[in-house]
């Protein structure tokens, strides 16, 4: 583990490579799983705030869910998450043929809403565990992501490049900065241990 400001983070965010491949995955992470996206308490009134704007972005059985459960809802641990269709798809999600897409990103990138999406969502694979003093960064392992791993491995972008901008949103340029002087200092490690 490596701390970077009031942030722990796994060394796998600089060991291992990823890069979304949603021609071959098809978005499964909006899809697959048994509950909605993890969402700051803050987040929650956001949703709430913005249903309007987004509400044309959506598809009829994802308004169907929020009207029916809420713009988030509470999962079996008593966190808050967004809503899903049917124990499916995230609410939020649109299909563009068979791929699934944010909803939110859509009505973000069309200028309806400066909110982009969920910040557990712009950090995936990262999963984010908030203590009283730091907030711990691990990588998620998920099956549905091996297209995204193999893309990374080819591209040879380490995970916490590919998340730039999801990093900046959530803990600012100074800390970016600093995630590359480590890194470069870990691959300097690596070139005169003779990996």
């Known amino acids: 583990m490596i701390q970077i400001g009031d942030t722990i983070v796994s060394q796998v965010a600089f060991e291992h490579a990823f890069c979304c491949d949603l021609s071959k995955c098809k978005g499964a992470c909006c899809v697959e799983g048994d509950a909605g996206a993890p969402l700051q308490e803050a987040e929650v009134k956001i949703l709430e705030e913005i249903q309007d704007k987004i509400r044309p972005f959506l598809r009829p059985e994802g308004l169907e869910a929020i009207a029916e459960q809420g713009p988030s809802v509470r999962d079996e641990d008593g966190e808050w998450v967004t809503p899903l269709v049917e124990g499916k798809e995230c609410a939020?999600?649109?299909?563009?043929?068979?791929?699934?897409?944010?909803?939110?990103?859509?009505?973000?990138?069309?200028?309806?809403?400066?909110?982009?999406?969920?910040?557990?969502?712009?950090?995936?694979?990262?999963?984010?565990?908030?203590?009283?003093?730091?907030?711990?960064?691990?990588?998620?392992?998920?099956?549905?992501?091996?297209?995204?791993?193999?893309?990374?491995?080819?591209?040879?972008?380490?995970v916490f490049r590919f998340l730039k901008g999801a990093l900046?949103?959530?803990?600012?340029?100074?800390?970016?900065?600093?995630?590359?002087?480590?890194?470069?200092?870990?691959?300097?490690q690596k070139s005169n241990e003779g990996y």
Request: proline share 6%; with cysteine; charged share 20%.
């Open 92 to 158: 939020y999600v649109v299909f563009d043929g068979a791929v699934a897409k944010c909803g939110i990103e859509q009505a973000a990138a069309a200028g309806a809403v400066d909110w982009p999406k969920p910040i557990s969502c712009h950090l995936y694979p990262i999963r984010v565990t908030k203590y009283t003093n730091f907030d711990a960064l691990n990588v998620h392992h998920w099956t549905v992501c091996e297209p995204a791993c193999s893309l990374g491995q080819e591209l040879k972008l380490p």
């Open 168 to 188: 900046v949103r959530a803990y600012g340029e100074a800390w970016m900065e600093e995630a590359e002087e480590i890194y470069s200092f870990l691959e300097n």
